[in-house]
């Protein structure tokens, strides 16, 4: 009996992953009627949910992003269904500062389109946003690659979430972190201690199951507590029109900012990109 019991709660636990996952992937993927169906005019692209379809999409994004850390679709959508009290928090540290005031009522975005790659390229070395061009042509990466928020049921929140993805790659900057493993996972330690996400958290915490035993060793004995005391510390990294900042020198910011350089930094390979 016992066994026949456990047998069918482990069947329903199957069933629920497997019915969440269904869901995640429905609401993410669905077409054009089923947005406009519940599109309610807080901001384009949003999507109407229920609690209960937020607790569906919450737990389905988190075994998918579980199984696979890559598929950052998921991850975002974690991010967005899980994110509503931190989020809410941020935006109260950015109306109490005048920068980050200017920020919410400007709006701006960090894109391609938004960025001049040619200036930007021209400063000097060391500056911040000579500093952040090259981060982005070494890692192969680029800031157009950022997903669009669906779930968040207020425009302001939604920005707020928006802005904390493109301003990810800043903090490597910043922070003077490659994008393989072990610089992902100590970004991570930052931001879950400067932002409080649940889905910075959770990066935090299984991100260095997927590091060796030497990285693990320099992530707990140096990168992270480093990671984890300055994003106490440091100013709130949303408070910062980076726009504006390009020809500041990094050294500078990093000292406006309370940001001490990293002890270390990782080699640059493994990369990844969360």
Known sequence: MWLRSCKSLKGKRTLFTLTS????????TSRVDFAHSYYDGIY???????????????????V?????PYRHDMVAVLGET???????????RMRNDPEGHTILTERPRIRLSTLDLKKMASLPDGSFGREYLRFLED???TPDSRAEVKFVDSEELAYIMLRYREVHDLLHTLLGMP???LGE???????????????????AVLGPLRLNASRLQSLFTSLGPWAVQNGRRARCVLNVFYERRWEQSLEELRQELNIEPPPV?????QKSRT
């Open 82 to 92: 899980t994110g509503q009290f931190a989020l809410l928090k941020l935006r109260d």
């Open 185 to 203: 996972v100590a970004v991570k330690w930052f931001e879950a201690a400067q932002t409080g996400l649940p889905m910075c958290t959770l990066g």
């Open 139 to 141: 890692n192969k990466v």
């Open 64 to 68: 998918a992003a579980l199984q696979d």
């Open 21 to 28: 996952k269904v869901c995640v992937r429905q609401l993410c």
């Open 44 to 62: 384009p692209g949003h999507i109407h949910t229920t609690p209960f379809q937020k607790a569906l999409l919450a737990v389905g994004s988190g």
């Open 265 to 269: 930094i990782p080699g640059a390979t």
């Open 179 to 181: 994008t393989n493993m």
